[in-house]
């Protein structure tokens, strides 16, 4: 162990920054309390010394290159749970909520993949799944549905649906699929 510390001894310092930047950047954004104008100040503050003093990162410079890129690029959204009380700091209760789904299919559907019914009417379903583990909603609520909305989608879906019914039949047999095609295109063309 002392071999290989000696060995990589050189390699520290800079691992030590790198790591101390990030771990200050990770405590700056989960602070409890501060308001959305004093993080982005703070981890402004933080990510423009990183930028200045990113040649003493050594080998790490482009790592914390990326690190400075990738804060960039998500810093216009990157304030809105400060700003917003609803929104959570972290994605993991979304993908808490998603791994729950996608392990309720499988475990109803006996598939070890994603069903192609959630593929085709996820958008519907899965909204719905997660509507309904908030709260059970009453028959009055669902009648105020927007009908207008609800055919908007339900038309969406079934036209998903007949694509897919249409690439499947094609895949089956493409000479038939394309012959009959090519039949209702001249008898659309006949006169009436």
């Not at 304030?79 to 998603?98: D, K, S, W």
């Not at 996820?122 to 028959?139: D, K, Y």
């Not at 879906?157 to 090519?182: C, M, S, V, W």
Request: proline letters at 3%; aromatic letters at 6%; one cysteine or more.
């Amino acid at each position: 162990m002392d071999r290989g510390l000696g060995a990589t001894a050189s390699l520290w310092p800079a691992i030590v920054l790198a790591f101390g930047w990030v771990h200050k950047a990770a405590s700056m954004l989960g602070a409890e309390g501060a308001s959305g104008g004093e993080v982005r100040r703070r981890l402004g503050g933080l990510l423009g010394a990183m930028a200045v003093h990113r040649d003493k990162a050594g080998r790490l410079a482009g790592a914390v290159g990326h690190f400075l890129k990738v804060s960039k690029s998500y810093w216009p959204g990157l304030f809105a749970c400060y700003e917003n009380e609803g929104v959570p700091r972290t994605n993991n209760a979304l993908e808490q909520l998603f791994g729950s789904q996608r392990h309720h299919e499988r475990r109803a559907s006996g598939r070890k993949s994603g069903s192609p019914s959630l593929v085709l009417r996820g958008q519907a379903r899965l909204i719905a799944a997660a509507a309904t583990r908030l709260r059970a909603f009453t028959a009055e609520e669902l009648a105020g549905a927007d009908r207008a909305e609800w055919a908007r989608l339900r038309a969406e879906l079934d036209e998903r649906r007949q694509r897919r019914t249409q690439r499947r039949r094609f895949r089956k047999d493409p000479e038939g699929f394309l012959r009959e095609l090519e039949a209702r295109l001249i008898q659309s063309g006949l006169p009436a």
